[in-house]
């Protein structure tokens, strides 16, 4: 049985001040929900500050990126090891890094190993984009993106995945429950390819793009869907508490 996740991606939003009082507003709510994994992805500046009002609670947090190296001369750059020190997940391959700075499979996949050797756990983001769907290319797209971000990896203990069209990330056209279904399925199965059948059936699968309190109950009741990556939803307190709310009622 795998334990659902929410995480909010709060990407290039909050200054310090606005997350700190975003925590404030739905710590208390979201650390008495059982049966749900939940965590927080603040950006860089604030981890520090989010972390130690989590301390104690159940609710866990992440990072959006991370470099490939574990130290060196990287110029503005913040590596897995200063990472590990401070939160537990860091979102790898997410499709705004992939099409804005040129994130490769190859990159991505440094990340990942980068990552387990730091003893971080990578949220791992792959997902087609509108014309690969449309030319009927999605299967091999994503194929292709989880066996190259986890070329050389041993063994992916921990691992969690998020599956996110392009085409529905911030546009408000989430996939449908059954469509998520489908290609988390498919998933699953190059995850069972690569390892085997305990760590496909272990791995947690996350659905991402558009999800709202009013669609989550659509991706949490299938079958193979573990949870959600939520991006816009999870700046507003009331709606990431519903969220998690109804995600914890599947269980
Ligand atoms: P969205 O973003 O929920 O705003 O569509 C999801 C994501 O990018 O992780």
């Known amino acids: 049985m795998r334990t659902p996740v929410i995480a909010g991606n709060w990407k290039m939003n909050t200054t310090l001040a606005e997350a700190t009082a975003l925590v404030k507003q739905m710590k208390d709510r979201l650390d008495t929900i059982k049966g749900v994994e939940k965590i927080l992805c603040p950006p860089f500046i604030s981890l520090a500050a989010v972390g130690e009002l989590l301390r104690g609670t159940s609710i866990r947090l992440g990072a959006q990126n991370c470099h490939h190296e574990l130290k060196g001369a990287y110029t503005g750059e913040v590596s897995p090891s200063?990472?590990?020190?401070?939160?537990?997940?860091?979102?790898?391959?997410?499709?705004?890094?992939?099409?804005?700075?040129?994130?490769?499979?190859?990159?991505?996949?440094?990340?990942?190993?980068?990552?387990?050797?730091?003893?971080?756990?990578?949220?791992?983001?792959?997902?087609?984009?509108?014309?690969?769907?449309?030319?009927?290319?999605?299967?091999?797209?994503?194929?292709?993106?989880?066996?190259?971000?986890?070329?050389?990896?041993?063994?992916?203990?921990?691992?969690?995945?998020?599956?996110?069209?392009?085409?529905?990330?911030?546009?408000?056209?989430?996939?449908?429950?059954?469509?998520?279904?489908?290609?988390?399925?498919?998933?699953?199965?190059?995850?069972?390819?690569?390892?085997?059948?305990?760590?496909?059936?272990?791995?947690?699968?996350?659905?991402?793009?558009?999800?709202?309190a009013n669609n989550i109950g659509e991706f949490v009741t299938q079958q193979e869907i573990d949870g959600a990556l939520v991006g816009g939803a999870s700046l507003k307190a009331d709606e990431f508490v519903s969220i998690v709310e109804q995600s914890a009622a599947r269980t």
């Open 82 to 212: 200063m990472l590990s020190a401070m939160c537990e997940f860091v979102i790898l391959g997410h499709s705004e890094r992939r099409q804005y700075f040129g994130e490769t499979d190859e990159l991505v996949n440094r990340k990942i190993r980068a990552t387990f050797g730091a003893n971080l756990i990578p949220i791992l983001c792959v997902g087609e984009k509108l014309e690969e769907r449309q030319s009927g290319r999605a299967e091999k797209v994503v194929r292709s993106q989880v066996a190259g971000a986890l070329d050389g990896v041993d063994s992916p203990r921990g691992l969690v995945m998020a599956y996110e069209p392009v085409w529905a990330i911030g546009t408000g056209m989430a996939a449908t429950g059954e469509e998520a279904n489908l290609t988390i399925n498919l998933i699953r199965g190059e995850l069972r390819r690569l390892y085997g059948a305990e760590i496909a059936l272990e791995t947690r699968i996350l659905y991402g793009g558009s999800v709202t």
